[in-house]
């Protein structure tokens, strides 16, 4: 039987759409993508941003960007309830923090973990670019994480909440600092990490 097909990288955003498609509850092949030049290349022969995460729909169809793949499998399947009901001002809602943050946080969390590709001046620049893009990483989280009650929507769980969990995981000095700074994203880690999707997904990226 056809079935989606994510390819990923342990702790990489891969995370929070094999924790959607745990929450539907739907078949899915999890493939891990080495990242040696070589596999790389083979890998952009599937998906041509050669990054990760891609998703291959049950049709064939292959998917880049994380925050379209969690978008698409909330009204592909809404059944789950993992988002508001299109058309209405919930799901306009809904919209704005996925694509902030895919636009913000993803994009601020990607110049602390990739400087050098920020500057033709490489590594000489590197630091600077890091410094930046945490303070802009925690600048995005604090707004955020100041409409928390307890989720991102209100009282709707929703994939963004499995997009902030992720996202949040990778602020530079680890989850005590930023939980610190922002106790209510402290509190919504704890509530997600009780779901037995997030639980099952967190052990299958812990290798
Ligand atoms: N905007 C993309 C960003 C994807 C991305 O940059 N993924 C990282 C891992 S979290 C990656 O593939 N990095 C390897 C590289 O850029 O070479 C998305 O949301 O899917």
Redesign the pocket.
Known sequence: MAQYKLYG?PG???LAVQMALEEIRVPYERIWVA?GAAD?ATFRTISP?????ALALPDGTVM????A?LVHLSLEHPQAELAPQPGTSHHARFLQWMVFL?ANV??S??RV??PV?YSSRGERDAEPIREQGTRDFLAHLTLISQGLNPYVLGNQYSVADLYLYMLASWFPGGKSDLNARLPALGTHAQKLSLRPAVGAVEADHAV
């Open positions: 990288r990489s955003g891969s990242d790389v941003t050669g990054k990760v995460p880049f960007e994380s925050a793949m895919s993803y994009e969390a990607l973990y990739y590709r």
